[in-house]
């Protein structure tokens, strides 16, 4: 109950178009749900979250879809470019505990 | 500012070796937290610390020592690794036990 399943495993798309990453969890008691981006050889950076009161968020490039009901969330890259060529996770928590869970994570290769 | 700041970037060690990693962050957070990530796999959560006492540790062998001198200071000891235990290091902090977690860049580690 405490997974987080991530999909696809990988993903290529041509630059311009737009990437589409699925996460799915069981435990109705998480309340937050980051997507964090990395590249090879450096950290995980947090490139959006979203909190269960709100369906959608929108940065830039980059929106969260998120579905209470169905509990699934998604991450959506508009104009996908070269250069958001990563590794992507999702990951979810509850607050007042440290854990955070993390997908299974999705490499995305964009393609000019 | 959002920076954890890691070191060594990268270390290799002999399975004998006494090493430590030293993680470092000035935002004010109160968590602090060791991860570890093998290639290809999403960071698995060796220890958390909160207000600089240890909250969790994730059965992780004896042979991984934390210590948390002070709120802005995280080190990871490290003795007699194996070389299973070659992995990318990540540090992470919070504001507290609720919200974002920010990654330091890693330290890679090569046990020989």
């Known amino acids: 109950q405490q997974q987080v399943k991530q999909s696809p495993q990988s993903l290529i798309v041509q630059k311009g178009g737009i990437s589409i990453i699925n996460c799915a969890y069981e435990n109705t008691a998480f309340d937050y749900f980051p997507w964090y981006q990395q590249f090879p050889g450096k950290g995980p950076a947090l490139l959006i979250a979203i909190r269960p009161d709100v369906s959608e968020k929108k940065e830039g490039r980059f929106t969260i879809s998120f579905n209470k009901s169905a509990k699934q969330f998604s991450l959506h890259i508009m104009d996908s470019q070269p250069g958001d060529s990563a590794t992507y996770f999702c990951a979810a928590s509850i607050s007042n505990t440290d854990k955070l869970i993390f997908g299974t994570g999705t490499r995305l290769q964009v393609f000019p | 500012d959002t920076e954890v700041t890691q070191t060594p970037k990268h270390l290799v060690m002999g399975m004998t070796n006494k090493k430590s990693l030293k993680c470092e962050q000035h935002?004010?957070?109160?968590?602090m937290y060791w991860y570890k990530q093998k290639a290809k796999k999403p960071p698995e959560l060796m220890f958390v610390?909160?207000?600089?006492?240890?909250?969790i540790n994730e059965s992780v062998p004896s042979r991984f020592s934390p210590e948390c001198p002070n709120s802005s200071l995280l080190n990871l000891h490290l003795h007699a690794l194996q070389p299973e235990d070659s992995a990318l290091y990540l540090c992470a902090s919070s504001q507290d036990r609720v919200g974002t977690q920010y990654f330091g860049p890693g330290t890679r580690l090569l046990v020989l």
């Open positions: 935002m004010g957070h109160r968590a």
């Open positions: 610390y909160s207000y600089e006492k240890l909250s």
